[in-house]
């Protein structure tokens, strides 16, 4: 698509239920990368996956959390057994392969993100 | 310590006046620089690239500084409209990059 997709918008959910939530990037962009803002806080990066490589998974925060990107495209994050501390705004970003001197590769393009309340 | 770490602000300034934002990174093996904007609710957007020497796009000029491991955003003659959170963004080995917590610029009429 044009831009990156995000789903869903608002989710609301009850403390130790699961949740997926679906990224689609813009195509043909190999890296995806997923992060969390708090309100009033700063991107936290969770997860960044680059073509067919293992995808670092360092800035997860627990084992709760998992992400896949099937196919090399779209991605869903999975939270398991949530809890109110996981609210947030989840975002989603892609960007075409680049590194060292900025050549306008790597830049990330974001989705509008996917509002997580935990109750 | 935050690998990188911004003036959380905010910064009050009047429209027409120049401001200057900095941003320090712990990670001297970072490969690559940037400048976003994020307005209220809104999910963060590219406003320009830093490069080594240093450039300029408008009335918005980056600086980095390497041996110091800083980054740094000017803005000229501020518009209302410049309004947000500025969020400095670093690009470390494997293109893991690094948002700092952003600093928040209101301008006044």
């Known amino acids: 698509g044009a831009g990156v997709s995000q789903s869903p918008s608002n989710k609301v959910t009850e403390k130790g239920k699961d949740v997926e939530l679906r990224c689609d990037p813009i195509s043909g962009h190999t890296a995806l990368y997923w992060y969390r803002q708090s309100l009033g806080q700063g991107l936290e990066f969770l997860i960044y996956?680059?073509?067919?490589?293992?995808?670092?998974k360092s800035g997860l925060p627990s084992d709760r959390f998992s992400a896949e990107r099937t196919g090399g495209s779209v991605s869903t994050l999975t939270i398991q057994r949530t809890q109110q501390e996981d609210s947030a705004v989840y975002l989603c970003a892609s960007s075409s392969q680049g590194f060292g001197e900025p050549s306008g590769a790597n830049v990330l393009t974001f989705g509008a993100g996917s509002r997580l309340t935990v109750l | 310590r935050k690998e990188v770490e911004q003036d959380p602000g905010p910064f009050n300034v009047p429209e027409g006046a120049t401001v200057a934002f900095n941003c320090t990174y712990s990670?001297?093996?970072?490969?690559?620089f940037f400048w976003y904007r994020q307005d209220c609710r809104k999910e963060p957007k590219l406003l320009m690239s830093?490069?080594?020497s240093g450039n300029e796009d408008g009335r918005f000029t980056a600086q980095l500084n390497r041996a110091s491991q800083y980054i740094s955003l000017l803005i000229r003659d501020s518009k209302l409209s410049d309004s947000a959170t500025y969020l400095c963004?670093?690009?470390?080995?494997?293109?893991?990059?690094?948002f700092g917590a952003g600093t928040i610029l209101r301008v006044k009429s």
């Open positions: 963004v670093v690009g470390e080995y494997g293109n893991k990059l690094v």
């Open positions: 996956f680059q073509g067919n490589s293992a995808p670092d």
């Open positions: 830093v490069y080594s």
């Open positions: 990670n001297s093996a970072s490969q690559s």
